[in-house]
């Protein structure tokens, strides 16, 4: 599966929206982007997956670059429950995908 | 709709004791299941996946082993305890892609 980097931590205002930005230039033409987010002390939690188009959700939007080799999952009206460490996962998908979860970013609401 | 169980949510266990974590799905059949384990500070790492029953593969060397006696029903386990073993075990599921349910994890402490 091809890398990602994200940055270690951002700081985002109550209200404003949270732009979290995510490099995957090794990615391959059949893997998917894939968001997760951990809050602290419980299992990660699905946030939206994308392969070229953007996409939207309840929680958020995936914004995929042309040339696919960077995302950014926006998050439109931070609350203060959004805090928590953000994951971005390249994969396949195909039988039993083994999600390898690197360091994220650390993304703090700030009241 | 589906849901994952996963207990005990606290544990003490003293080195050298036995282990027994179980982790158990609803609503769903033929899930992949994973186990992982997520030390102090440290990133999440997958210990073990099965994509059915008595088929467990290991990520990793360790104390530890999986297996999986139902469907839907996934054994974390170690013969003896190590002080290293302590931290945050996570199960999850998934079916046809890498939309991951996890469980509320088990926060194992080795004394």
């Keep these: 599966d091809a890398k990602t980097t994200q940055p270690p931590s951002m700081d985002c205002a109550e209200g404003r929206a949270a732009n979290l930005p995510c490099n995957h230039s090794t990615i391959s033409g059949n893997e998917y982007v894939y968001w997760y987010r951990q809050i602290h002390s419980q299992g990660p939690q699905y946030i939206i997956h994308g392969l070229k188009n953007n996409e939207t959700n309840e929680m958020a939007s995936l914004i995929i670059t042309e040339d696919r080799k960077s995302s950014t999952l926006i998050l439109p009206h931070a609350t203060l429950r959004d805090t928590a460490v953000y994951y971005c996962i390249v994969t396949l998908i195909q039988g039993a995908q083994k999600l390898v979860f690197g360091q994220g970013t650390r993304l703090t609401i700030n009241p | ?111």
């Design chain 2, 1 to 111: 709709s589906q849901t994952i169980h996963q207990w005990p949510a606290t544990l003490v266990q003293p080195v050298g004791s036995p282990l027994s974590l179980e982790c158990t799905v609803e609503g769903t059949s033929n899930p992949n299941l994973y186990w992982y384990r997520q030390a102090a500070g440290r990133g999440l790492q997958l210990l073990f996946y099965s994509v059915g029953i008595g088929q467990i593969s290991s990520e990793v060397p360790q104390n530890l082993s999986a297996s999986r006696p139902q469907d839907r029903q996934f054994i974390l386990s170690s013969k003896k305890l190590l002080l290293s073993d302590s931290g945050f075990y996570l199960c999850a599921w998934s079916v046809t892609d890498a939309r991951y349910t996890f469980g509320s994890g088990t926060r194992l402490t080795v004394v």
